[in-house]
Nanobody, 123 residues
Framework: QVQLVESGGGLVQAGGSLRLSCAAS????????MGWFRQAPGKEREFAAA????????YYADSVKGRFTISRDNAKNTVYLQMNSLKPEDTAVYYC????????????????WGQGTQVTVSP
């Protein structure tokens, strides 16, 4: 069992930055990796970024590529999402999750999810 706790969301103006954190506890797997998804009101949960436990591979949705960066601190069992040049369309609840197999970009591959953190970007 893995527990995930996100933090770092908030209200920011367009063009600003936020850094989300996701702290993992429990028996973290040694295959797959972690990812960030987001869900705006009335929309489906969509992939934003993911990595692998090794830390050598990172993946991004086209909508965030060049603006968001996923990173991890294995000593703290924490993964981060640095979000720069934020846009109003980035407004959503952001969730971190753990996947062990399947496609990192599909929410169905994720076995564990955090509770989510709200990010609101004002024009």
């Amino acid at each position: 069992q893995v527990q995930l706790v996100e933090s770092g969301g908030g209200l920011v103006q367009a063009g600003g930055s936020l850094r989300l954190s996701c702290a993992a506890s429990g028996r973290t797997p040694n295959r797959g990796g972690m990812g960030w998804f987001r869900q705006a009101p009335g929309k489906e949960r969509e992939f934003a970024a993911a990595d692998r436990w090794s830390g050598f591979s990172t993946y991004y949705a086209d909508s965030v590529k060049g603006r968001f960066t996923i990173s991890r601190d294995n000593a703290k069992n924490t993964v981060y999402l640095q979000m720069n040049s934020l846009k109003p369309e980035d407004t959503a609840v952001y969730y971190c999750g753990v996947y062990t197999s399947g496609s990192y970009y599909s929410s169905e591959s994720y076995d564990y999810w955090g509770q989510g953190t709200q990010v609101t970007v004002s024009p």
